[in-house]
């Protein structure tokens, strides 16, 4: 067995970064193809978080994920919440459930030499996906919500291998590691079924690759794809729907949605969640190829600006772009326009 954390390592890396270098944790997942067959986890449901401590803080990371604009203007700072696509609360299978992602970290990645911690990886959704202000490591807001990720992965485990009991309760500074690690606590009777490896791609865990399109995806079909299936919710401007303050129905693009530096902002990741996951309530009703086009579409417009962007968009698109993103590329809404350059502003000031 390997082992992928090296506690050391970690501080040393951590330690050589500059305070104005903002760490890349953003890594693309390694999306797989669905398997029909897969069986995913099931989680006990809420009303079994024991009294306590340890409940408490289960509770609250589930509050924090539902309603992250009681966070707005401290660590968020658009009008999304967790939820809007890690979606029923961090469980849905093929939308990048919790319960997948508990038992992936700390992720070493080849790339930089570099270990992600669990908490590493929920700052990463904070900066970009939330546009907001990363919780500082050890903070309330990581230690629950990596309470709440941990009690969904383990309460799966244990009722998929038959494991009786309450969910054993770990320590703050284990919570905030992962589960893909040798000290983790885990039952014999699921290490005897499951290896690490194993455990670190959990059916359902991320969202599923989609297949490539037969024709080149575009902007222009995207737009008919966009007005025919998305628009009654998410509106004819991208700026979803509000009632009594609140988005209902969440911003694609413009001022209050994810940045340039989120994962949703690539094609194929939109493309994969949008495939899967909209339009919300139905099952998959979208071809391939309009899922493709409607995720180029949707990208395709003007959002927060990439926190890395130190004061050239051609520098930070040839730096940090080099997928399948429209940053430092024409806009749909106004072909004279590189997006970028009329970004709004990162984690702005609440209103
Ligand atoms: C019936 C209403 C409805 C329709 C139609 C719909 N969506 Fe959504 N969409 C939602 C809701 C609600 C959420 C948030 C999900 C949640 O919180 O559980 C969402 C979330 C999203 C998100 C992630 C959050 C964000 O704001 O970026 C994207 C991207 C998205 N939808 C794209 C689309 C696209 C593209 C289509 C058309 C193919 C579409 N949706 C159709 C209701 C809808
Ligand atoms: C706009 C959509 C969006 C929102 C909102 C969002 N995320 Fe994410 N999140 C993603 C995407 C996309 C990925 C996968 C990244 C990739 O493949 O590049 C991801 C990945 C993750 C992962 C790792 C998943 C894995 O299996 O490795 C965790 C944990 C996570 N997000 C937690 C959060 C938390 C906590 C919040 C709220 C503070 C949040 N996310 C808000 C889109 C979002």
Known sequence: MKLYYFSAVGVLLSMSLSATELPDRQAQLPSVAKDANAQYLQPNSLSTIPQGKFGD????????FVNSQQMRGTYVGNELNCVNCHMNAGNKANASPLWGAYMA????????????????????????????????????ALVSISAY????????????????????????????????????????????KLDQQALTKLPGRGFPKLEKPELAYSVERGKL???????????DDGQGVKMAEVSALPPLWGPQTYNWG????????????????????????LTVQQAWDVA?????????????????????????HQHEGFYGKPSAADPSVILGSKSYPIFPASK
């Open 262 to 285: 989120a994962g949703m902002h690539r094609v194929n990741t939109a493309a994969n969640f949008i495939y899967e996951n909209m339009p919300l309530g139905k099952s998959i009703q």
């Open 149 to 192: 990720s941990y009690w969904l992965a383990m309460s799966g485990l244990m009722n998929q291998f038959n494991v009786a009991g309450p969910v054993p309760e770990m320590s703050d500074s284990d919570l905030l590691k992962g589960g893909n690690r040798e000290d983790f606590p885990l039952p014999e009777a699921i290490t005897s």
């Open 105 to 140: 970290y700390p992720a070493y990645r080849k790339k930089n030499d570099k270990v992600n911690s669990y908490e590493e990886r929920i700052q990463g959704c904070f900066t970009y996906s939330m546009n907001g202000k990363a919780p500082e490591s050890g903070s309330e």
């Open 225 to 235: 794809v966009y007005q025919a299936h998305c628009q009654a919710c998410h509106g």
């Open 296 to 320: 180029a579409f949707v990208n395709a417009h003007e959002r927060p600006q990439d926190p890395r962007y130190k004061g050239n968009v051609a520098e930070t698109q040839a730096k940090y």
């Open 57 to 64: 803080k289960v509770r609250k990371g589930y509050q924090l």
